[in-house]
């Protein structure tokens, strides 16, 4: 980074308040618990629904309102725009293997590491998981990058 991109003095304890209101939030709302989840996926209770309906509603006034205050990434200096990925095997795979990982467990990354705040140790396998899933894909991304033979080489 260059001196005209440093970051600011705040940034990172404002990311990790930011970590702790949404693991609270999570908590709060009992979406940490795989019960509520699956309940949820089995078409049992839809409070999932108005939770991700929020986060959605939230989520997008923080990034259509983020451009008019700052045109750059606060780490890379890169300016915001919009990354339009083709709909290619790879994403319809891993789209694939996140949906059956969240049925099985019942919890999808975030609520996972908020759930070992409500006690559920049982988690850390999931979250080994995640880390083993995270690492062989970017292996297979770089080898295939190597070899050319990657459809995600021309990105």
Known sequence: MTAEHEQHPLFLPLVFVG???FGFGLGFSHM???EIVLNFLQFEDFGLLFVMFGAAVVTGITVFGIKRVRSE?????AVYTRRLKQLDRNVILGGGIFGVGWGLSGICPGAAYA???IGNVVI???IAGMFVGAYLQGYWRSAGEESGTSPTAAD
Do not use: E, H, K, R
């Not at 990434?73 to 200096?77: F, H, N, S, V």
């Open 115 to 117: 759930s070992l705040g």
């Open 19 to 21: 970590g702790l209101i």
């Open 73 to 77: 990434a606060p780490l890379t200096g």
């Open 124 to 126: 850390l396998y999931g």
């Open 32 to 34: 940490a618990q795989p």
